[in-house]
C-alpha cells in the first residue's frame, strides 16, 4: 500500500514537471512567446491550490481512495490530451485539469496513511511516500529528457499517462484487501472546520511547510539552469549532478524515516524525534545552499549533494505531524489548509529568483534567501508547532464552548 502511494506521488512529480522538461520543444512547435510559456508553466498552480481545502474536506468526508482515484485518473487523462494540444489554449486548459486532479495526492494519502499506519512506523511510510517527490524530478532529468529527445514530446505526454494508468489497477487490486478506512466521519466526531483553523499548530506546521516549499521549488526550477548557465557544466554533466542530488533527496528521506522510528519504537518521544530530525536537515541544507552558492564549481557540486540530503531529513515529516496531531477525523482538512498555504511558495520562489538574478547579475542573493528560508523551517517546526500527538478535538470543542458560555 505504501510503496503504491510513493509510486503515485513519484508519477505526480513527473507530470507536474514535463511541460519544463519540453518547454523548449514546446515553445518552438506552438509558437509560443515567453509570456505565455510562463503562464503554462504557472497555470497547474492556479487550480491546485484553491482545490486543497476542497480536497481535504471530501477526504475527511468521503473514503479517501476514492477521492485518491478518481483524481489519479483526471490527472491522467490531463497529461494525455497535452500531447494532442495544438494551441496554447487548450494546453493551458489541460494544465489547470491537471492541477485539479493532483490536488488530491496529499491530502488523500495522510489520511490513508493515518488510518493505516501506526505512529512508530509513520516516519519510514512518509519516506517512501515524500522520496516519489525526489525521485520523480529524478527521472525526469535523467530519463525524460532523453525519451523527449528521442520520440518528440507528444509520444512522451501520451505515453506516460496512459502507463500511469496502470497504477489504477494495481491500487484496486490491493485496496479493497489491505487498505481499511474508517466510515465518514460524523457530525458528532468531526471538529468543525473553525475548530481546526483555531488550532495554533496548523499554522506553524503551514509556515515550516511554506519555507521549505521554497528550498524544494527554488531547486527543482532554477539549479538545472544554474548549473549549465552559472556553472557552465554541460547538459549531461547538469542532468547527471542535479540527477544525483534529488536521487540523495529521495534517500535521505527514506534513511531519516526508517532511523526517526526506530528511536521512537526504543522509547523516544515523537514530538522530540521529529523536530530534531527537522532542524537537523534544516541546518544541513541551510549551510549545504550557501556552499552551493558560494564555493568553487567542483565544490559547488558536492555540496548540491549536501544539499538534497538536507531537504529529504526537513521534508520526510512533513505530514507526519498533521496525521499525528489531526487524527482521521480531521486529517484532509488540515493537510489541505497546510498545503495551500506551503504552496504559494512555487509560485513566489521561481519568479522571485528570476527577478534577483536580473537585478543582481548573480543567484548569491537566492541561495542567501533559501538557506535563511531553510532555517526559518527549522525553528517553525520546534517553537511555532506544539506537541505532536493526537488533538482531542471533543475537548477543544467542550473548551470554547464553556469559553462562549461564560463569555454571555
Known sequence: MVILIGISVFINYIDRGNLSTAATLVKHELRLSATQLGFLLTAFFITYMPMQPVVGWLVDKFTASRVLVSGFVLWSLATILSGFAHGFVLLFACRLLLGVGESVSFPSMSRILCENVAEAQRGFANGIVQSGLAFGPAFGIFFGGMLIAAWGWRPFFVGFGLISLLWVLGWMAISHRHVEHSDAVGAADAPPTALILREPSLWGASLAHFCSNFLLYFLLTWIPYYLVHERHWSISQMASIGGAAFLLMGAGMLACGGIGDRFIRAGLSPTFVRKATCCAGAVVAAISMIGVGYSGNDASAIWLMFAGIGTGF??????????????????????????????????????????????????????????ALALGSGLSWTFLVGRIARIDWSSRLAERSFGRFRSA
Open 314 to 371: 526537513l521534508g520526510v515529516n512533513t505530514f507526519v505531524v498533521a496525521q499525528t496531531m489531526a487524527g482521521p477525523a480531521a486529517t484532509g482538512r488540515w493537510v489541505g489548509v497546510q498545503n495551500t498555504l506551503a504552496n504559494v511558495a512555487g509560485i513566489i520562489a521561481p519568479a522571485l529568483t528570476g527577478i534577483l538574478v536580473d537585478r543582481t547579475g548573480s543567484f548569491h542573493v537566492p541561495f542567501a534567501i533559501a538557506a
